[in-house]
């Protein structure tokens, strides 16, 4: 299997046309069908295993919610023009402290839905004047229009998919 790219490592070209943005915002609306399938019917025990010092499949999951609240001052970010993203927590502290393996996957995934299924909807209701805005991403140190963040969002969601297929590989279930 090709090795995944380290998240803080990746490269990003951005600059996607403003048409692309519902396509991006439909990938992000099905994220949660995606997980949803692919932790179906996963016994608890695997879902909570760690490969070592790393997260879980469930410590996955809930760090995409942990970043529910960034997205959403992100949101902010570009509803109210600002020059500059929210910075994000690169320690990943929330999730670290969250205790995501405590709580039930059906509880997780139920959450992640209701929480991407608010940024869509508020995505959905920006003009063709906010999507076209742009604002400094502040860990790549370059502008990223709407529709580039959340094609980034998308890619960051996929990452962690990735990351608990390989994971459920590694423990025999896929």
């Known amino acids: 299997m090709v090795k995944r790219e380290v998240w803080f490592e990746r490269k990003f070209t951005l600059g996607l046309p403003v048409w692309m943005f519902p396509n991006v915002v439909e990938r992000l609306r099905g994220t949660p069908a995606r997980a949803e399938d692919l932790l179906r019917g996963v016994a608890p025990e695997v879902l909570t295993r760690r490969d070592g010092g790393r997260w879980s499949v469930q410590e996955h999951l809930g760090h995409l919610i942990d970043l529910g609240q960034l997205?959403?001052?992100?949101?902010?970010?570009?509803?109210?023009?600002?020059?500059?993203?929210?910075?994000?927590?690169?320690?990943?502290?929330?999730?670290?402290?969250?205790?995501?393996?405590?709580?039930?996957?059906?509880?997780l995934l139920a959450e992640f839905r209701a929480d991407r299924h608010g940024l869509v909807r508020r995505l959905e209701e920006f003009d063709d004047d906010v999507v076209a805005r742009t604002a400094l991403h502040p860990r790549l140190d370059q502008p990223m229009s709407v529709t580039d963040w959340a094609y980034f969002v998308a890619e960051h969601d996929d990452h962690h998919l990735a990351a608990m297929t390989e994971l459920l590989r590694k423990f025999g279930v896929r």
């Open 71 to 107: 997205d959403s001052a992100r949101v902010c970010d570009f509803t109210e023009g600002r020059k500059a993203l929210t910075a994000a927590d690169l320690k990943n502290t929330k999730t670290h402290e969250a205790n995501h393996n405590a709580r039930k996957i059906g509880e």
